[in-house]
């Protein structure tokens, strides 16, 4: 029962956050690009910093951290951790078995939804009518 309802959130957060598992290969398998450096090589003398990925949050950011339970003064690339921290912990109640959304979760997904809603209401020039 728990998979059914954790699958859509976990799915959503390993979907807006993936990078790439495998670097690409040569044709001779052995995973250097044309230059003959092994990519963990090349990446090293790349930037340092893992490359960020950014998420879509449908409505007004301020109002979904608020829904979220997650505070105003976080930076843009803390919101998908502390997200997917306040789901595990406060989304689900009772035994694994036998667990059901809570109303912190049912109001979440409520919010997201109505947020695309308007979103897709509004078009392209972000204004309804």
Do not use: W
């Not at 044709?27 to 893992?50: F, H, L, M, Q, W």
């Not at 990925?53 to 449908?58: D, L, Q, R, V």
């Not at 976080?74 to 997917?84: H, N, W």
């Amino acid at each position: 029962m728990k998979s059914h309802l954790v699958f859509p959130v976990l799915a959503f957060l390993l979907l807006c956050s993936a990078t790439p598992a495998h670097p690409s290969t040569d044709s001779d398998g052995t995973g250097a690009d044309k230059s003959g450096v092994p990519p963990a090589a090349s990446r090293a003398a790349e930037d340092p910093a893992p490359p960020s990925e950014m998420i879509a949050i449908p409505g007004p950011t301020r109002s979904f951290l608020r829904m979220a339970a997650i505070s105003q003064k976080v930076s843009p690339e803390e919101i998908t951790p502390l997200l997917a921290r306040n789901v595990y912990l406060l989304g689900y109640e009772g035994p694994q078995s036998q667990a059901r959304q809570t109303e912190f979760l049912t109001l979440l997904n409520r919010y997201v939804l109505q947020a695309r809603e308007l979103v897709n209401l509004a078009g392209s020039g972000n204004v309804a009518g």
